[in-house]
Structures are given as structure tokens and as C-alpha cells.
């Protein structure tokens, strides 16, 4: 039995005992990890924290408390928008780069696109899901190291 980290994408959980491996599967890869001493709902809760899914919803809570209609002035005067508090080139940078966005989106088209949830959850979570995390450093600096 050893002491080991449990994370997923640089996220650290925490330190459990160990003694088996144990094979998970995610997004059509399998990971091979030590087996950790857990209950069967301890498992889901892990599950649901280690899922981007769990993530979002963690920044969705920290960055607007869930709200979609948010619009905030930010710490670098420019203004934040919605659950996501996406500011507007970024939005448009990484809308663009993951295809949610025209390559020829006006300013003025993007203003009205920024608002939809659906629209900032997409692009959240690919960018999440190429290490992009320090666009929301505030809200999840305790989910990576």
C-alpha cells in the first residue's frame, strides 16, 4: 500500500491510500491508475469533480453564481459577460479557433453572440480541455497546480 495523488489534467484532488490498479475509461482513452481505498459514493464524487462537466459547473458557480445575464465591469476595465464572464476578443479568439465562430464575426455580431450559454459553455470547455484554465485563474487556481 502507498500514498498517491489522485488528479486528472493537472488537477489535484488529493492523497489517498492506494493498492491495486485500476483501469478508467475517458473520452475513448483508458488510464491506468492505482486503485484507491474509496467508498462506492466517494467513486461518483470523484467521478463528478474530475469530469470537465464537474469543472464548469464549479466555474459557472465561482465566476457568475450560475447567472447567464452577468455583465461586469472586470479588474482590467473591460467588461465580462455572461455564466463564463467571457470578455469579447476572447471570446471571439476561441470561438473562432474551435469553429463555434465565423472567421468574419463582426464586433457587433459577437456582442450578441457572447450572451448565449450554450454558445460560451462550448467554447469553455474546449478551452479547458486544451489546459486554457488561466483565462479563470481567480476561480480555479485550487483545481491546478
Not at 473591460?78 to 473562432?96: I, P
Request: aromatic residues 12%; proline residues 3%; contains cysteine.
Amino acid at each position: 500500500m502507498k500514498t498517491i495523488n489522485i488528479g486528472f489534467a493537472g488537477i489535484i484532488l488529493g492523497t489517498i491510500l492506494s493498492i491495486l490498479p485500476l483501469r478508467i475509461p475517458f473520452n475513448g482513452h483508458i488510464f491506468v491508475v492505482e486503485a484507491p481505498l474509496l467508498t462506492n459514493g466517494q467513486i461518483l464524487e470523484l467521478e463528478e469533480k474530475t469530469s470537465l462537466g464537474g469543472i464548469l459547473e464549479d466555474l459557472g458557480v465561482c465566476e457568475s453564481s450560475n447567472r447567464e445575464d452577468v455583465v461586469i465591469i472586470d479588474s482590467n476595465g473591460y467588461k465580462s459577460y455572461g455564466k463564463y464572464q467571457f470578455q469579447l476578443y476572447t471570446f471571439m479568439e476561441f470561438g473562432k479557433k474551435y469553429d463555434f465562430l465565423p472567421l468574419d464575426i463582426t464586433e457587433v455580431q459577437a456582442r450578441e453572440a457572447i450572451m448565449d450559454n450554450e454558445l460560451q459553455e462550448k467554447i469553455a470547455f474546449n478551452m479547458l480541455k486544451d489546459g486554457l484554465w488561466k483565462h479563470w485563474k481567480n476561480c480555479l487556481k485550487n483545481y491546478y497546480e
